[in-house]
């Protein structure tokens, strides 16, 4: 049978995995390897994706995925007993003392070197806590080139000549998602001097996979062992001496969150990178394990390709075992001539024959033994943890088949309602008299000092207003992101995903592009920036793209000033419908993507749901903390000069003389050019355009636009009539997001796409403006 037929509760031993290409990788990556024991825990509320249970975590698959791996029904889960009776001992110390470190044969790297050190582990290992440990506030964030993924680098605290890079979660060394790429990348070619690997101890089997395959590349590495507090508060415990000698590295066991053993690590680390002390051990095949088949298989290999690999620069045992398990990238690399080809494939063919297995599963197996040899020797697994237990109950609520999606609503309109009526205009507030108090005194000095009129108007308009409205903002994003990255940090986030998944699989995108859609509602800024955590390329940007069609609240203002004026009776319901057309439109532009932009799947739904946790107070700061300068850094570069050019192009005319009236400005004059093209959409007159321009800058500037350019209300009546002022708002709703927005979208994907996004959403807009126009006359609306 496959498993997308098996009930809730019920075990299976994987037979066979089916699929093909880098998803089965994946598939294997995760553990689910022919003879692993796997349970369905249940079903998302819509039936579709899965949640099981293997190597003693949760991950999710979708059932067409599901229906691809075989499995045989087992009665009960067989239980496997650990050897270890110990109690777990003191952990020995430094290297120095006689186990890597042969002082006769030392060879320490020149004073003063300047180590790089490189932070490797599992999604959700600790990985961020432990790095925020190490570096205290000594970090910054930076891109990798190309791929626009969060790299952080940091000086180790205490040593100034140390610097550790957080590299993103991985759980393979095979290249799955782009991020997996990074870091293979980063470790490979950038060859830092010693590797922590971090490795979360709850769900140990699946941690060790990627740290069998670090160990391959024979560079300095220290293993982590990570939230040893949940594993000791559950009568768990680790030998970490044995471990040590069958991992032939330093072990550390650490609590990051309790900031316990970071000390140690940090002691040992320094010492292996400083005497370049390798890992004992590459050879996890056993002669014996299988017949020895993938073990012969292995050494065969490295012995052919040795050559190859040292001139490619790629550890011979770490290509070996890649290029057997079939990746084409280390393979590429290492350009075997047609011989040595030939031959790879008899040994590898022989191999498969002779194990049973095909190549990559093969290779997955052999790490999975010694893994298992490990852990039979050396973990006494703790019982089920009371972090398990409790994540349960609070599954049976959240992701519950009833309870989901009323839960789901009730706390994002929790979070909204926060940030958007509590807390963030209160810091708004705050920040907003800051800002005017400063305002004033910066006017009253220059006006004090017989400035030029012009620097005064170019400060208090230009600057102050323009780059200050767009300053509000901040306290909102930085509300929102203290919210989502609480929900993120407890683990909430990725159950949001599994409920969603199905919903979104129909407009092309998976589970994870909802967080960006829902914060879009927010503000497009903050949304665009949290797609950083969606695995594929393809789907970052088209959650990206969409995410502008989800009316941001900045535009509340517009709307409830139109309605105020000419639609009083129906004001909730025009309002509604508004977003309701923001959705509609979105889901349409995301099928016609689907089809032609971005052909293809979403990203296949395998991921781990971790047990909640608390979330860390220090990581939570140092998050808002970045997105906060981050913001800040934008809005005084980007946005600082798009603000002072508009303001220049509404004070002067084509003469650089100040104006009174901004009907003779530049601007009124291009809004003069867009007449033609505004016309047919009913909003031809020069003052909309001007106000719709401004707009570009912050949307709440149409409606201060428009106070300034009407003046009167009698002049608003005679220019705007009901049938106008509905095609004001569907273009509002819909043309280019804010010049914030923008510049987002521009870092997160280029200057070509953020022009790009401009103009398709104006013309989006227009066409949409013209059909309720034309819907309008239909039914006699002026
Ligand atoms: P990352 O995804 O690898 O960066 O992991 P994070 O650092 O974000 O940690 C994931 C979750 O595990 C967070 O909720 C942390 O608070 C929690 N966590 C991290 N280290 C420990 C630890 O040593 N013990 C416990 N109990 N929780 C931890
Ligand atoms: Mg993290």
């Not at 705007?720 to 709703?733: E, H, N």
Request: glycine fraction near 8%; proline fraction near 5%; charged fraction near 20%.
């Amino acid at each position: 049978m496959t498993l997308d037929k098996l009930l809730p509760g019920q075990s299976a031993r994987i037979t066979q995995v089916g699929g093909e290409g880098s998803l089965r990788q994946h598939f294997l990556d995760m553990g689910v390897i022919p003879g692993a024991e796997i349970t369905l825990v249940k079903l998302a509320p819509m039936k579709d994706p899965m949640e099981f249970r293997i190597h003693g975590y949760e991950l999710t698959l979708r059932v067409s995925d599901a229906s691809h791996i075989e499995a045989q029904i087992i009665g009960k889960s067989e239980k496997t007993d650990t050897k270890v009776k110990k109690k777990a001992i003191d952990h020995p110390g430094l290297g120095e003392d006689g186990k890597y470190h042969d002082p006769k044969n030392e060879n320490p790297l020149p004073e003063g070197t300047k180590l790089k050190f490189a932070l490797v582990g599992n999604q959700n290992s600790g990985k961020t806590t432990l790095f925020n440990q190490l570096t205290g506030s000594n970090q910054h964030v930076g891109n990798f080139p190309g791929v626009t993924v969060d790299r952080k680098d940091g000086v180790l605290r205490g040593y100034p000549n140390a610097v550790v890079t957080d590299l993103p979660g991985i759980y393979s060394m095979s290249p799955y998602s782009s991020e997996e790429i990074v870091s293979r990348d980063f470790v490979l070619k950038e060859r830092p001097h010693c590797i922590i690997n971090i490795v979360d101890v709850t769900s140990i089997d699946r941690s060790l996979y990627l740290t069998m395959q670090l160990l391959e590349l024979g560079i300095p590495t220290v293993v982590a062992l990570n939230m040893m507090d949940e594993m000791t508060g559950n009568g768990g415990s680790v030998d970490i001496n044995s471990m040590e000698a069958m991992l032939g590295v330093p072990v550390v066991p650490i609590s990051a969150a309790k900031n316990q053993g970071v000390d140690e690590l940090v002691k040992h680390a320094i010492h292996i990178a400083m005497y370049q002390e390798c890992p004992l051990k590459q050879d996890f095949c056993g002669s014996d394990d299988n017949g020895g088949a993938v073990h012969r298989c292995i050494h065969a290999v490295i012995h052919l390709i040795e050559d190859h690999a040292s001139e490619a620069g790629i550890p011979v045992r770490f290509a070996a075992s890649k290029i057997i398990g079939g990746d084409h990238l280390i393979l590429d690399q290492l350009r075997l001539d047609q011989n040595e080809l030939e031959l790879l494939d008899h040994i590898v063919i022989q191999m498969e024959k002779e194990r049973g297995l095909d190549r990559s599963a093969s290779i997955a197996d052999m790490r999975y033994a010694y893994i298992r040899t490990v852990t039979a020797t050396c973990v006494k697994k703790p019982r089920e943890s009371g972090e398990h237990i409790r994540s349960q109950k609070l599954d049976k609520v959240l992701t519950g088949r009833f309870t989901a999606i009323p839960m789901f609503i009730l706390i994002m309109g929790a979070v909204f309602f926060l940030t958007f009526f509590v807390i963030g205009p209160f810091l708004q507030d705050l920040l907003a008299s800051g800002i005017g108090a400063l305002h004033t005194l910066v006017v009253r000095a220059m006006e004090a000092g017989n400035v030029n009129p012009a620097v005064v108007s170019l400060v208090s308009e230009g600057i102050f207003e323009g780059v200050g409205s767009v300053l509000s903002f901040l306290p909102i994003i930085v509300t929102m992101f203290l919210f989502l990255s609480l929900l993120e940090d407890s683990g909430y986030i990725a159950r949001v995903a599994f409920v969603m998944d199905k919903m979104l699989r129909k407009i092309g995108l998976s589970g994870r592009s909802i967080v960006p859609m829902l914060i879009g509602f927010g503000c497009t800024v903050p949304a665009v920036m949290s797609t950083r955590t969606l695995p594929s390329e393809r789907d970052r940007k088209m959650t990206i793209l969409l995410t502008p069609f989800m009316s941001c609240t900045a535009k509340l203002p517009i709307y409830s000033f139109f309605v105020a004026f000419f639609f009083p009776k129906a004001g909730w319901l025009v309002i509604t419908a508004l977003y309701l057309i923001g959705i509609c439109i979105g889901i349409l532009v995301a099928l016609v993507f689907k089809k032609t932009l971005f052909k293809g799947e979403a990203v296949p739904f395998v991921m781990e749901l971790p047990n909640y946790r608390m979330p860390q107070a220090k990581n939570v700061m140092q998050l808002m903390w970045d997105k906060t300068k981050d913001f800040i850094h934008r809005a005084f570069s980007v946005i600082l000069l798009a603000t002072i050019i508009v303001w220049f192009l509404k004070s002067f005319d084509f003469h650089f003389n100040l104006v009174a009236d901004s009907h003779s400005s530049i601007l009124a004059a291009i809004a003069g050019l867009l007449v033609p093209v505004m016309r047919p959409i009913g909003l031809g007159d020069w003052r909309l355009i001007t106000s719709l321009v401004s707009g570009f800058l912050a949307k709440e500037g149409v409606v201060s636009m428009i106070g300034m350019l009407f003046r009167t209300e009698g002049g608003i009546h005679t220019v705007i009539t009901p049938l106008v002022a509905s095609s004001m708002l569907v273009f509002s709703l819909l043309y280019t997001p804010c010049v914030a927005a923008v510049a987002s979208i521009r870092r997160e994907m280029g200057r070509k796409w953020a022009l790009g996004v401009v103009l398709w959403q104006c013309s989006v807009a227009w066409l949409c403006a013209l059909i309720v126009r034309l819907i309008g006359l239909a039914f006699g609306m002026v």
